[in-house]
């Protein structure tokens, strides 16, 4: 399946953006700010939250990096407009991590301040490995002065259960525990489906057990069904943890969900560079991919 995911792939990228867009939309809230706070209203007129992300990764410059804060502080301050509560998740490498760490840092604290006093809570996702130790670097710094900062981990990684540990050394932790879309290589990463399964519910038990919250992001309905098993097990209230999904995916099992009483968040990207992202949720979905080639080369 992954040699044939990745020819699909191939064969999208050869297609003109304009094409791409009419499939990609489905998953992106769209290209402005505007377009976000849409998506935010509807989600909280369904009793549904939202984590916002201002799409982009991996700067090259620091001007660049720069603007990604500019959007970010924009972002917060339109979503203040709303009054409604919402998270931030950004990606530590557009503030430019992997440029310089210290001037990184000092962009993701100026976010973390200017959404705390919000209110809200800015979410450090997590990347490819090399950029793990640097991320939660960030994080156990900046957690001590604003509270309102989370942290991501992925399952089908070795080191995770470890990372946990280590993080919750300084008090409970506000995660988000995922699956993990980056390759990387067996030594340091579980290529089994349910190895990584496993992981994912050893990961949720621990959080809980060191007093955390797990923000439980999967589609898996093994994850959400052994979750929900757990949370009935320990006798938590829905204020303990959070399911989060994809914007654009699953819509159905938000909506159970959230009818059965669960907390729920939905994951809502936008903004101009949206093609990388949609190329990720193709990979991940290879029947999508087959079904946007078929409806691009099939004449109606």
């Known amino acids: 399946m992954g040699a044939l995911t990745n020819a699909l792939v191939s064969i999208l990228e050869k297609f003109p953006e304009a094409i791409i867009w009419r499939f990609a939309r489905r998953y992106i809230a769209g290209s402005q700010i505007s377009d976000g706070i849409q ?3 509807q989600l909280d007129n ?4 939202s984590t916002m992300d201002v799409l982009g990764e991996d700067t090259f410059k ?4 720069d603007e990604a804060v500019t959007q970010y502080l924009n972002l917060i301050e339109e979503i203040s407009k709303t009054g409604i509560s919402a998270n931030i998740s950004i990606k530590p490498t557009q ?4 440029l310089d760490k210290v001037k990184a840092g000092q962009r993701i604290e100026k976010l973390a301040r200017a959404a705390n006093d919000k209110g809200f809570l800015l979410r450090l996702d997590i990347e490819d490995s090399s950029t793990t130790d640097n991320t939660y670097e960030i994080y156990n710094r900046l ?3 604003f509270p309102r900062t989370g942290a991501a981990i992925q399952a089908y990684l070795k080191r995770s259960c470890d990372d ?4 919750s050394e300084s008090g409970p932790i506000d995660i988000r525990i995922c699956k993990g879309i980056y390759k990387e290589p067996e030594q340091i990463a579980y290529k089994n489906k349910q190895q990584i399964r496993s992981n994912f519910m050893e990961l949720i038990r621990m959080v809980w057990d060191r007093d955390g919250y797990p923000a439980i992001a999967t589609h898996d309905k093994w994850v959400i069904t052994e979750s929900i098993r757990e ?3 320990r006798g938590l209230s829905s204020e303990k943890y959070e399911f989060q999904m994809l914007y654009g995916v699953g819509q159905s099992m938000w909506s159970s969900l959230r009818e059965a009483g669960h907390t729920v968040r939905i994951y809502v990207p936008f903004g101009v560079a949206w093609r990388a992202y949609s190329f990720r949720r193709f990979r991940e979905n290879p029947v999508m991919a087959y079904y946007v080639i078929k409806n691009i080369v099939t004449p109606r």
Do not use: C
């Open 46 to 49: 369904r009793k549904i939250l």
């Open 164 to 167: 946990i540990r280590k993080l």
């Open 95 to 98: 503030m430019g991590l992997n």
């Open 231 to 233: 949370i009935k097990k």
């Open 39 to 41: 998506v935010l209203k």
């Open 143 to 145: 957690r001590t002065g």
């Open 62 to 65: 620091e001007a660049d990096a």
